[in-house]
């Protein structure tokens, strides 16, 4: 359906795309991840040629987008986009939001357009809010409204750029469902995304993007479980995991149980299990004798559903759950039982407790 070669973008002396050639096919729904500033967005505004590339070229079911005399309006109705920012008209209801764009560029009626427009908000599941207007609207309806409103053009292709980023996370997930009902239908994508779970299981193919180009492309079981290139295996092991520095005995506690509860909702961790996950870091803590140098660690296993907490402290040699005194014991059997498995070590002058938490 599209293929670029050898496109390029410049900002100035800063190259944020350099040398990408793709093909992607009809019916793929690809998902590109990477780090902040790796060109993502950019990527996606140049495809659409909301940025206007320094080089290469764009080719849309055969139609070079970036030939002189090509119809740049005519074939941006092809690509639709949906942006972070819903990107809504406030003074318009959802019904006027969704057929301003067929009645203007398509040329429908107004008939034909509000009949495909409430049918587009049924799919989406905001049809009882026809008549509202966008400040009515939570963030998560915003976006299906959005996205209603980019399949009133009938595109061919559909960009989505971090499409949940701007939404409480409780909205998340409905946004998300309505992408993946038009993954099934077939609707052809690419999903600039933070959210690997998703991006896992809709996708056929993933873009690790950096380096201003497509670092590593691959299956998600490809990209997620055995990254071939280095800088690949170390975003994928970063989203999984989580760490924590104290070096003081007055640290923080506040920040970093926030820090935790988020890791652990961003993972859907059931909520059970982060209880006792923050029990045991604090029950852990209550037991070390040298706060200079501690570092708190999380690891979490996609495949295995394996939540794995390390704490490394400075110090002699202590193993914080070999206590005789009974103020302890009582801290050491909140621990035991809230894990299935528990190792401890002693080297290089450290410390290190390894839990493995139960997964209910």
């Known amino acids: 359906m599209i293929r670029t070669e050898h496109l390029s973008k410049r900002y100035g002396s800063l190259t944020v795309l350099k040398d990408i050639s793709v093909e992607i096919a009809d019916g793929e729904v690809i998902s590109i991840i990477g780090p902040s500033g790796t060109g993502k967005s950019t990527f996606l505004r140049c495809l659409n040629l909301l940025e206007k590339p ?69 799919l989406v599941g905001v049809a009882e809010k026809v008549n509202s207007f966008p400040d009515e609207l939570s963030g998560g309806q915003k976006q299906r409204v959005a996205i209603a409103r980019c399949l009133a053009m009938e595109p061919d292709l559909i960009l989505f750029d971090e499409p949940t980023s701007a939404l409480d996370p409780t909205m998340v997930s409905e946004v998300l469902a309505v992408i993946r009902r038009l993954a099934k239908e077939g609707m052809t994508m690419l999903i600039v995304t933070h959210e690997m779970e998703f991006a896992r299981n809709v996708s056929t193919r993933i873009f690790y993007m950096d380096e201003g180009g497509i670092y590593e492309e691959g299956t998600p079981q490809q990209i997620f479980e055995s990254p071939q290139k280095e800088k690949t295996r170390a975003f994928i092991h970063k989203i999984r995991s989580f760490s924590w520095e104290i ?31 923050l029990l045991l870091m604090e029950e852990i803590l209550l037991l070390q004798k040298d706060f200079s140098d501690i570092r708190l660690s999380l690891s979490y296993s996609e495949q295995t559903s394996e939540l794995l907490f390390t704490c490394e402290a400075a110090g002699d040699a202590h193993d914080p759950l070999d206590s005789g005194t009974q103020a302890d014991d009582l801290g050491i059997k909140l621990i035991r039982s809230r894990c299935s498995d528990i190792q401890y070590h002693y080297e290089n002058g450290k410390n290190r407790l390894i839990c493995t938490l139960k997964g209910n």
């Open 247 to 277: 070096k003081s005995p007055i640290y923080d506690l506040y920040a970093m149980n926030g820090k935790v509860e988020a890791f652990c909702e961003k993972h859907l961790i059931p909520k059970k299990v982060t209880n006792n996950l």
């Open 54 to 122: 320094d080089g290469g070229s764009i080719t849309l079911n055969g139609t070079a987008l970036l030939a002189p005399g090509t119809n740049i309006s005519d074939a941006r109705k092809k690509i639709g986009m949906v942006f972070q920012g819903f990107n809504l008209y406030a003074h318009l209801s959802v019904l006027d939001n969704v057929t301003i764009g067929p009645r203007k560029l398509l040329k429908k009626s107004k008939a034909e357009a509000e009949q495909k427009a409430e049918e587009l908000l049924k």
